[in-house]
């Protein structure tokens, strides 16, 4: 099982552990990562090299960031050249992550990271009310997940 590093500013990984946690349940090999602001870069670097440790299970970790060149993105990137199976994910969504959980298990790192990369330049778009069918309409937009 490939593990899963979410890290991100201040409440972008605790607020994705409950979204995720209610799509995919509780997660094993999994650690999520808030940079809040009285941390410093090199102790947000610490954690993610802590959180390496505890998802290693030798298929590899991919790593969500929330933007790229921010410091939590700056910092998997330090800590992933360090690993030959690590990678690292810039501009991640719910999507990504839940379906990164529910895809990890027999599937290689390579494989995954592509399929999780695609998937999140196909889970954004817009909704353009007026091309949406009449009948379409009161169903599509009263539920959901």
Not at 81 to 108: K, Q
């Amino acid at each position: 099982m490939i593990g899963i590093i979410v890290v991100g500013h201040i409440n972008f990984a605790s607020g994705l552990r409950s979204a995720v946690e209610a799509i995919a349940g509780e997660q094993p090999y999994i650690e999520y990562i808030d940079f809040i602001p009285d941390m410093s870069t090199e102790q947000l670097e610490i954690h993610i090299r802590q959180a390496v440790e505890k998802c290693q299970t030798g298929e590899g970790i991919l790593v969500f960031t929330d933007v790229a060149g921010g410091s939590p993105c700056n910092r998997a990137t330090a800590v992933m050249s360090d690993y030959s199976d690590i990678r690292v994910i810039t501009g991640s969504n719910l999507p990504m992550i839940a379906n990164a959980c529910l895809e990890r298990d027999g599937t290689n790192l390579d494989e995954l990271t592509s399929l999780i990369v695609e998937l999140g330049h196909h889970s954004i778009g817009l909704i353009d009310i007026n091309s949406l069918e009449t009948d379409d309409k009161p169903n599509d937009m009263n539920d959901g997940l």
